[in-house]
């Protein structure tokens, strides 16, 4: 039976492994920057905030969507995109968990 080698590892690695691979790209970390400086869902084009094509900000944006980390909805033609505070604050602490528990110092660590 064949299986999927991410299966050999911590459910909870897989987890903080997936939200990793979502910001592995600059154009992610500057879409997901924008629109927490928005504060508010965008309606309009985020690739006029970027230097890139917008079928390649489509692409990032269904990279960060997939992941969870924002939220798109449809609104006739056009989708809104805003953060989702809930898989946000959940990435913070699975960030924080991880660096907590391969500190190097000891000083930070992350107790289940």
């Not at 910001?23 to 504060?39: C, D, G, M, Q, V």
């Not at 969870?68 to 968990?97: D, F, H, R, S």
Request: hydrophobic share 40%; glycine share 8%.
């Amino acid at each position: 039976m064949a299986f999927a080698k991410t299966d050999l590892f911590d459910p909870r690695l897989n987890a903080t492994a997936v939200l990793f691979k979502a910001l592995s790209h600059p154009a992610r970390l500057a879409i997901l920057k924008y629109l927490a400086e928005t504060k508010v869902c965008i309606t309009g084009d985020i690739s006029d905030e970027l230097p890139l094509s917008r079928t390649t900000v489509n692409q990032h944006l269904k990279e960060l969507k997939n992941a969870g980390l924002i939220q798109g909805t449809v609104n006739g033609v056009k989708v809104n995109y805003c953060l989702n505070p809930e898989k946000i604050k959940e990435l913070g602490t699975m960030a924080n968990c991880f660096f907590g528990e391969i500190d190097v110092e000891g000083e930070y660590g992350c107790r289940e």
